[in-house]
């Protein structure tokens, strides 16, 4: 088989595999870009070029000075060469002022000149190429984060550049400057520290505030406790009794949690913006048919009666009827089920589904709330609702650590006065204890290793959509899955291909289709084949064609005349494709829904390492039990309903943490019950939302690894748990007993933060998985 | 050591200036997408050659 030019595909073609990628070849090298091909480094194969999305962009145009602007989610952005092919074939289209594609969120800004060129003439250019285009609105979409992470970068400058010239001012005082040298010296500190903690504590100061007012404790309310006690103290003294000050401490404290703060906001921006770019890109349009004229209406507008027109390889977007076309769906996503099932006039179908041979007309019958699948939305938002309770690590070691900080520090001042100190030198050896205390290490302690791994996870195509997924992942005791799609690939798969010329007849007639199971029979294939011309398709049975003066048939046992006694030859729980040859050669294809690569690999480690592998499915008992048996899973359940996997979980949830993945709409429900949930990025939109872990690729190893990474980060978690309380069990006894100097306090401070930190770094390197 | 009353402010002033200089760049969209332009100066293509075609072009 060969490998399509521009989709890196297979392709039975020579060059190309479609006539798609043939004109995006076509489009770049008529634009002179054809150094495309030599700068992309990725392997892994391109979106092939796709309809352009009809719809009413007016909404998402706005003016600007230079022309109209709008902004697209794209699809299908690989690396560098992609952001860079889109950004010169738009621009060099006549009437393009400026492309530019963000590489960080996929997202692409267009200022165009209306009158020279018009937003369908930009998504189709695009579209043309193998990108798919879906206009958003940026105010509603990104500009909070944007701002955010704009205003905490800001913040992160201003406190690194007060706190390196603090800390300069501070040499000299620790250096032991003269009476007026030092208070010159406090002077310029104070200039510098008090605004710069005014403004740099902001976010601190706001989400300790919020918290309080909703009666919680966070981390941030010791922290910013200790901040504007430091600093209000040490102005206080700088002022009145020309004592020691604590700028440094203050500046440095604010400088080193802003960057945990800074690295897990934009870990969270970009998992996010990847979330938002996969479900904005889903089919939001359907199209329907009008007196006779087809219109193109969002999904939410659709009313009960209408005609849908469901193209092949589109979801059907409503419940309904058929009422004309021959067809078969895949149902796969819905219940499970992995043969696709014919439908024809009267057949009922279910929103979710994916038509997959030729245009059906659908007269709807039900939509919104009362589909199916509506139905199954709701159950997934009841069970997201009871999870969200779980607290995070930080929420709950800070509800243990305010208080005893802040009750160590009163009892400082009441001890001390009671020893007869002054009441001023009791509080400020009470201060010494807050500032030696801030749980600036404890801060960075969680956040850091979350960083770490999730940008380690990242870079294996393994994104964390929930904080607490990594925590909750190192208590799961068992794993449950799904079987199509999830240990399978949900894709028809050859069980004993050949290469004698009939197969070669049979793949020739197959290219012509995109039934699931003649797509199987082509990639099955691994010679180049040209598909015949003069094919007649039966959609839901079969095709046929002439031959040298053979008729040739391709389809259901039925199509091909199969009589009752070869039938009864062929095992019946396998999919079936036969082929006739004229009168006398019969031959039958049989087919297995292909394991995902390592799933086998993957269970035997989940057994080893006690995790009791179960699998879940909604398809019928002979294929559970036959992919049950090959893999070695003892436990499986079969022919449940989207509700009955609910349930289970519900149930298995009360004795054992259950981690659960899967990929349908049908598992949408228990995917949001677990204690944990993955799906692959090739799941159904519904599965994703519900799932805490999505992973891209197709092999299964990404369970072993996260579940690994997880146990690894706990134990680098703890790690620095140890190391922060490490330096406070110093650090406190000496504070208390008044022995804290300004030097010691911010030598302390700084060397636990960087400690945690440099530990924290261990997770970039990520765990290693083998079988 | 009088001298460091002018040094001092000297020195902050000019750190003053480094900051402004970040929030500017900031300001103006620099740190929007550190990945894309990691891998833009890799690409030699000078893109304003292209505009000034274009213009030529329209013209």
Redesign the interface.
Known sequence: MNQCIHCLQESYGEKFCCSGCEAAYHLIQGANLDSYYEKRICEDAFSKPVEAVDMDFAPYINETDEGLQVHFMVDGIHCAACVWLIEQILSKQKGVISARVNMTTKRLRVVWQPEEFTIQQIVQTVAGLGYRLMPYDPKLLESSDKKKERELLLCLAIAGFVSANVMLLSVAIWAGASAETLSLMQWFSALLALPGVAYAGQPFFKSAFNALKYRHINMDVPISLAVILTTVVSAYEMVFTQGETFFESAVMLLFFLLIGRYLEQKVQIKSRSIMESLSGLQITSASILEDGTLKAVPVKELKIGQILLVMPGEKIAADGKVINGDSSIDTAMLTGESIPQTVTEGSLVQAGCLNTEAAIQVEITAVGAQTALAQIADLVEKSTQVRNAYTPLADRVAKLYAPVVHTLALLTLIGWMLNGSSFHDALLYAVAVLIVTCPCAIALAIPTVAVATASSLFKRGIILKSATALERLTRVQRVAFDKTGTLTLGAQHLIEPSDDTIFELAVSLAANSTHPLSVGLVKACNKPITPFQDVKDFPGRGLKTIYKGEELLLGSAEFCGVDGVSMQKKDTIRNQMWFRRGENTLVCFEFEDALRPDAKEVITFLKYRHYSPTILSGDRETPVAAIAKDIGVEEYHFLLSPKAKHDMLEKMGKDEKVMMVGDGINDAPALSTAYVSMAPASSSDMAQVAADIIFQGRSLKAVPIVLLTAQKADKVTKANFMLALSYNSVAIPLAIMGYISPLWAAVFMSASSITVMLNALRMTRGVTWRS | ?EV??YL?PI??FM??L??GA??WA??SGQ??????AA??I??D?D?IE??EE?KT??Q
Do not use: T, Y
């Open positions: 050591m460091l009353v001092i020195a902050i750190g003053l480094g900051l970040f929030i900031l300001k740190f929007d997408d550190l990945d894309g891998s833009r890799l690409f293509d893109p292209d505009e274009k072009d329209v």
